[in-house]
C-alpha cells in the first residue's frame, strides 16, 4: 500500500464520546507496562471518536476509535486504542506501520443530521445518532496517545475545531466487538466541526 509518511493532516469532522468503563473489562487489552488510571474506585474513562475525514485531508476516510481506558507511563497520561476502523486500504496500511495501530476495514454509513452506522459486512459496530448541540467556541487541544511498535510508543496529536456540546445516542449491539467495554450511554458528547487533527510519528517510551 501506498501511504503518506507521518506527519498526517485529517480535516473535517467528528464526535467524542466519553464513558465510565470498569477496569476489570479495560484491562484486559492494555499492556502491563502501562498503568489504568481510575477515577472512581474500579472505574476509568474510555470512549468513541468518530470522524470523517474529507478532501484537503492527508487522506480522506471515516474512523472509528474505541479508547478503553486513559493510562499512565513515566507520569504521563494519555489513551491507549483497543479497536480502531477505517474504510480506506491506505489509512489501514499506515495505522499499522508507522502507530502500531490494529486498523480493520469497516464501512461507513453516514447520515444526514452528521451521524453514523459502522458496520463490518453484516454486523453492526456501533449506531451514533446526535439529537439537539449547543454550540462552544472554535479550541485548540492536544493529547498524547500509546501504542505498540514491537516496544511501547508515543505520539501526540493536537487538534483545533468549532466544538459544541451534544446529546447523543449511541447503540453497541452485543455483537460488536467492544460491546463488553462500552456498555453505557455518553456522560459527555462533544461534536467537532471544521476540524484540523495533526497526528505526529510516534516515539519509543519506556
Given at each position: 500500500m501506498n501511504y503518506p509518511l507521518?506527519?498526517?493532516?485529517?480535516?473535517?469532522?467528528?464526535?467524542?464520546?466519553?464513558?465510565?468503563?470498569?477496569?476489570?473489562?479495560?484491562?484486559?487489552?492494555?499492556?502491563?507496562?502501562?498503568?489504568?488510571?481510575?477515577?472512581?474506585?474500579?472505574?476509568?474513562i474510555g470512549g468513541?471518536?468518530?470522524?470523517?475525514y474529507e478532501p484537503g485531508s492527508t487522506l480522506t476516510y471515516g474512523e472509528l476509535i474505541v479508547v478503553p481506558a486513559l493510562v499512565r507511563q513515566g507520569g504521563n497520561i494519555g489513551a491507549w486504542i483497543s479497536h480502531i476502523y477505517v474504510d480506506?486500504?491506505?489509512?489501514?496500511?499506515?495505522?499499522?506501520?508507522?502507530?502500531?495501530?490494529?486498523?480493520?476495514?469497516?464501512?461507513f454509513v453516514w447520515q444526514s443530521n452528521g451521524g453514523a452506522m459502522v458496520k463490518q459486512g453484516d454486523r453492526i459496530l456501533c449506531d451514533f445518532m446526535p439529537t439537539w448541540q449547543f454550540n462552544l467556541w472554535r479550541q485548540r487541544g492536544q493529547f498524547g496517545t500509546y501504542s505498540s511498535l514491537e516496544?511501547?510508543?508515543?505520539?501526540?496529536?493536537?487538534?483545533?475545531?468549532?466544538l459544541s456540546l451534544i446529546s447523543a445516542r449511541l447503540d453497541i449491539p452485543a455483537s460488536?466487538?467492544?460491546?463488553?467495554?462500552?456498555?453505557?450511554?455518553?456522560?459527555?458528547?462533544?461534536?467537532?466541526?471544521?476540524?484540523?487533527?495533526?497526528?505526529?510519528?510516534?516515539?519509543r517510551v519506556g
Open positions: 507521518a506527519p498526517w493532516i485529517l480535516r473535517g469532522y467528528g464526535f467524542l464520546t466519553l464513558h465510565l468503563v470498569d477496569v476489570a473489562q479495560a484491562e484486559k487489552y492494555i499492556p502491563t507496562d502501562l498503568e489504568i488510571v481510575q477515577v472512581l474506585p474500579g472505574k476509568t468513541i471518536v468518530l470522524g470523517k480506506d486500504l491506505n489509512s489501514i496500511a499506515g495505522g499499522h506501520k508507522i502507530w502500531g495501530l490494529p486498523k480493520e476495514e469497516a464501512q516496544q511501547l510508543a508515543r505520539f501526540e496529536s493536537e487538534a483545533i475545531a468549532n460488536s466487538p467492544f460491546a463488553h467495554m462500552i456498555r453505557t450511554q455518553p456522560w459527555l458528547a462533544l461534536r467537532a466541526e471544521s476540524l484540523e487533527l495533526t497526528v505526529a510519528a510516534p516515539k
